[in-house]
């Protein structure tokens, strides 16, 4: 569901800030009056003000609305900040000579493949408010990947899932694999088994249009939101020591925060922003790329009572939709307005044993 649009610019001639200042006043003004009250009430309520601290940004202050449920904050220098990790593949499965029935046969008589996906990230994976349909790039994505199995691409069965579920998904087998904004990284691919890259993106930053900022020097300090567990979390406490960080469920909230001014910037992969920024015309995508990140289709390692086939047939959807144009028309269709792309990432083949 796209959240209710909430932000609204300043008023012409008001000061940076000034509605968050009066919203201070008024909580300030009502503790004050409560506090002249003798009943255990006025006590309760005084206690639970919003106190400032002085290390921390006023950006990083929570007068006015409430935070997102399950929100948050960290200040600056709470948790050490860590290099992000590098993209290092090892390298997926080449597709083989077999066929679909040889490769997956539990899944073609299963009748449907079994896909763990996101609901909220529009243009990626989304619910259609407007028709009740899932729709988004990542959507497209599987679909293609049942038309390879079945010849019929709506034999596929969507199943919701909080990232933190996803590995555990695969691994006990409630999944054939997660479509889910997963970057490859060396520490997942012990967990799970990647297909090659299906989709580069950078990380960047999305602001509110007039705030200022065009990049992570900019900041000065202000609130970033991330959604917690995502890369983006390493990648803050890393480029922008300085912020205090709003971690949130989803980046659905992180939108929410934005414009509630309780953040003055999301930082995330420019896929996942494009989405964010579809649904709000006073945002935009601002600054350089701070890194690369590369998604995979995840499945359960072969290692782990996984099926090799299925990672086979999987690259070999991906090596379809490169040669035949499927893939540029889904980017264009779903990123083209508000990205540039140079294309389909390479292919990433391990070397393999002859009897592997």
Not at 50 to 62: G, H, I
Not at 321 to 340: C, H, K
Request: glycine share 8%; hydrophobic share 35%; aromatic share 6%.
């Amino acid at each position: 569901m796209i959240p209710p649009r909430t932000f609204r610019p300043p008023r012409p001639g008001a000061a940076p800030g000034a509605s968050r200042t009066l919203r201070a006043l008024a909580g300030l003004g009502a503790a004050a009056l409560l506090a002249s009250c003798s009943s255990p009430l006025a006590e309760r309520a005084m206690r639970h003000q919003p106190q400032q601290q002085d290390s921390a940004p006023a950006a990083a202050l929570t007068y006015g609305p409430p935070l997102p449920a399950g929100a948050v904050l960290e200040r600056p220098g709470e948790q050490r900040a860590e290099p992000g990790e590098s993209y290092s593949a090892a390298g997926s499965l080449r597709p083989d000579a077999a066929t679909a029935k040889e490769r997956v046969p539990e899944i073609l008589e299963r009748g449907r493949l079994v896909v763990g996906v996101d609901q909220s990230l529009y243009r990626i994976s989304y619910r259609d408010p407007g028709t009740g349909d899932l729709r988004g790039f990542e959507v497209d994505l599987a679909r293609e990947i049942a038309r390879d199995i079945f010849g019929d691409p709506a034999r596929v069965e969507f199943r919701f899932m909080e990232s933190a579920d996803s590995l555990d998904s695969l691994n006990n087998g409630a999944v054939d694999a997660v479509i889910r904004t997963m970057s490859i990284t060396e520490e997942r691919q012990q967990t799970v088994a990647f297909s090659t890259p299906y989709l580069t993106t950078d990380k960047r930053l999305l602001v509110t249009t007039g705030s200022g900022v065009e990049s992570l020097d900019d900041l000065g300090g202000r609130t970033v939101c991330v959604a917690d567990g995502s890369t983006g979390l390493r990648e803050t406490r890393a480029q922008a020591p300085d912020s205090s960080i709003l971690k949130t469920r989803s980046w659905s909230d992180c939108l929410v925060a934005l414009q509630q001014h309780q953040a003055e910037a999301i930082l995330a992969d420019d896929a996942l922003l494009s989405g964010i920024a579809a649904q709000d015309q006073f945002t935009r995508i601002v600054g350089p790329s701070l890194s690369e990140e590369h998604y995979g289709v995840a499945m359960a390692r072969p290692e782990e009572g996984g099926n090799p086939g299925l990672v086979r047939q999987v690259n070999s959807t991906l090596e379809r939709i490169r040669s035949d144009g499927t893939w540029w028309r889904m980017y264009d269709a779903w990123f083209g307005p508000y990205l540039r792309s140079a294309g389909p990432p390479p292919l990433q083949y391990r070397e393999e044993e002859a009897d592997e």
